[in-house]
């Protein structure tokens, strides 16, 4: 359970669990995308991205994780494939080995995912989802699949494009969000389960000193709503910086657990468009 939770904590920051979005309560009449984003974007070019990360907790090294981007074209639409993955490390990695990973397939001109894949390996522990996005008739098929088991499915309707994921929400923000202090980015998301509206805020700036080198970044407030339930989520004020440049990388990750503290810091990066 103790390695479980520290690797989806890791995939929440690496995927997204949306960093920087805070996620307003579920309201039950119908679902209405309010939008408040940057039309124009930045032009920095995710292709040939790598971003590496280290996971602690305390003063433990429990986990390492990592997102790669590429562009490619598909029956002459170009799409963003953005993957991820986590493995436990240090005192985790001794009691049980994970591997768990995931993949998008994100429409650039539509700024909307595809199809998104998350797969979970943990010791014994197998567990499979597939969202399929039908932006013909705006619904989206979710697929899930236990080791033993029949998948079961299940079909939810789009309200609105541009719309993001799990996967995909950092991205959009990254390219689309706006970027000056006191402002604010508005957005749909699905969840899994439902969708719901993200409010990223832009608290101020700061100079970040992380493995990966000093930066100027743009610090952030990201909702506890958002990290994973159970001893590990987060409670209280949780943040995130990403640089100031027109590539807004994520360089860290802070907030207090029921048990300590977690924080993500950038280890190694490669730089899109190179």
């Keep these: 359970m103790l390695t479980k939770k520290l690797s989806n904590m890791a995939i929440a920051f690496t995927v997204m669990a949306m960093p920087c979005l805070s996620i307003s309560?579920?309201?039950?009449?119908?679902?209405?995308?309010?939008?408040n984003y940057d039309r124009k974007g930045t032009s920095y070019d995710f292709n040939g991205e790598k971003l590496e990360y280290s996971l602690h907790w305390l003063f433990f090294h429990v986990a390492?994780?990592?997102?790669?981007?590429a562009r490619i074209s598909k029956n002459g639409t170009e799409y963003l494939r953005i993957q991820s993955?986590?493995?436990?490390?240090?005192?985790?990695?001794?009691?049980?080995?994970?591997?768990?990973?995931?993949?998008?397939?994100?429409?650039?001109?539509?700024k909307t995912p595809v199809k998104t894949f998350m797969s979970q390996r943990?010791?014994?522990?197998?567990?499979?989802?597939?969202?399929?996005?039908n932006l013909d008739?705006?619904?989206?098929?979710?697929?899930?699949?236990?080791?033993?088991?029949?998948p079961t499915t299940k079909e939810y309707k789009i309200p609105s494009i541009p719309f993001e994921d799990l996967m995909t929400g950092i991205y959009f923000f990254r390219k689309y969000g706006i970027f000056k202090v006191g402002a604010h980015t508005d957005f749909p998301v699905f969840t899994g389960k439902k969708f719901i509206m993200t409010h990223v805020k832009i608290l101020g700036k700061e100079k970040v000193k992380v493995p990966a080198g000093t930066f100027e970044t743009y610090k952030c407030s990201l909702?506890?709503?958002v990290?994973?339930?159970?001893?590990?989520?987060?409670?209280?004020?949780?943040?995130m910086?990403?640089?100031?440049?027109?590539?807004?990388?994520?360089?860290?990750?802070s907030g207090d657990i029921t048990i300590g503290s977690v924080s993500a810091e950038l280890e190694r990066l490669k730089k899109g468009g190179n």
Aim: net charge positive.
């Design 137 to 150: 008739n705006m619904t989206v098929t979710v697929v899930k699949q236990k080791p033993g088991q029949k």
């Design 122 to 133: 943990e010791g014994t522990y197998v567990k499979d989802k597939l969202f399929s996005y």
């Design 227 to 239: 990290t994973p339930k159970g001893v590990f989520k987060m409670k209280g004020d949780v943040y």
């Design 64 to 69: 390492n994780a990592e997102s790669n981007v």
């Design 85 to 110: 993955k986590v493995r436990t490390a240090g005192i985790v990695g001794f009691f049980k080995d994970i591997r768990d990973m995931g993949y998008s397939l994100w429409n650039i001109k539509l």
């Design 223 to 225: 909702s506890s709503e």
């Design 25 to 35: 309560k579920e309201v039950k009449k119908v679902f209405k995308p309010t939008y």
């Design 241 to 253: 910086w990403l640089t100031t440049d027109k590539s807004h990388i994520p360089v860290k990750i």
